[in-house]
């Protein structure tokens, strides 16, 4: 990492890493643990609405055996990623992409969330002005358990364009995860008191069949102060969301949404359709399609990719989706049976992630 001389003003401050600071294998301990607390839940649910019951009541979560309701499955992804910013996307351009993503052990409020990355790949891009760097980071409670683990692989600066390219490696992920892992999550868990009239949906594993489509129908418009107040929660400082001066002389001369906010919109939208996918045990794969701003109304659909077993479990099955963010414009209206709706105009998220479902 490229550090500031005693003579300089920046010289405690962190620049954050570049591209040619990083090399494979390197392992990161990131800080600062962070206790989540109830207030960071209910910011939550204000920014984006979430109404999922197992999340939403203490007494609903009870009753299918948990002690309490866990904390939403993103907001956890979102802290844990939030950590990993200041050393690995602190100067990058984008996020680009997720892989081999499981959330291992609930969380509730009152746990305390930790970091550790290590990087798994590199790859300079033609331009010579940035390049690719893959992360494996791992998040832990108080007590060292893993809650979650990810890959993630962001487009990072280069501080000098004369820094030699190192030798590219790109990492073989898994397509996706496989279902037989996912009751790792579901230890504690019986769906036998599960209530759907208080669910606030009837539609069970069984009612999910592969190839369909669900227009989630709702569009919900992303303010500026919205963006950078769920960004901040995350305790994310990725300089593309905050410095609105600084952006003016990007291509784009505006700040950028941070992605985790259009995928936890999508999450909340697809309440309208998938009312009884209480959990989120996986996300195999993802991409920002295109950038988000503030103003921008985003729309969701998903599409049924695959129907599961988890493991023996005869009370939960697993729907794998396919759920599609798209920007002003109806989700719904771009796609048909032919088209890949990852390449339609307008889409700006696409992510693969298995949810669980009540049979």
Known sequence: MT???????????????????????????????????????????????N???VQSSDAFAQSIGMAQAPVDDLLVFHIVFGKTVPDVSLNAVANLGYAECQFVK????????????EVIGLKENSNGETGVVYVRSTGRNQHGEIVLGFVRWVMVRKLRRDA???TPVVPKLA???????????????????????????????GDYQVGERID???????????????????????KVHFDGFAAKQTRFGRRLIYGGVVISVARALSFNGLGNAFKIAAINGGRHVAPLFAGDTVYALSEVLAVADVGARKDIGAVRLRTI???????????????DMGAAAGVILDLDYWVLLPR
Do not use: W
């Not at 963010?325 to 088209?339: F, R, Y």
């Open 3 to 49: 550090e500031a001389t005693s003579q300089t003003p920046t010289a405690k401050t962190n620049p954050g890493h570049y591209f040619e600071d990083f090399r494979v294998g390197q392992q990161i301990v990131h800080a600062t643990p962070r206790t989540v607390t109830s207030g960071d839940v209910a910011l939550y649910t204000a920014l984006y609405g």
């Open 216 to 238: 989630h129908a709702d569009g919900v418009t992303v303010e500026e102060a919205e963006h950078q107040m769920a960004t901040r929660l995350y305790q994310n400082t990725a």
């Open 106 to 117: 609930p969380v509730y409020v009152g746990d305390t969330l930790s970091t550790r990355s």
């Open 175 to 205: 397509e996706f995860v496989k279902p037989e892992t996912l009751g790792a999550c579901l230890s504690k868990i019986d769906v036998a008191g599960y209530e759907f009239e208080l669910s606030g949906s009837p539609h069970r594993f």
């Open 325 to 339: 963010a798209t920007k002003d414009l109806a989700a719904g209206s771009i796609v048909s049976a032919e088209s």
């Open 51 to 53: 109404r999922f019951a």
């Open 164 to 166: 030699p390219a190192p």
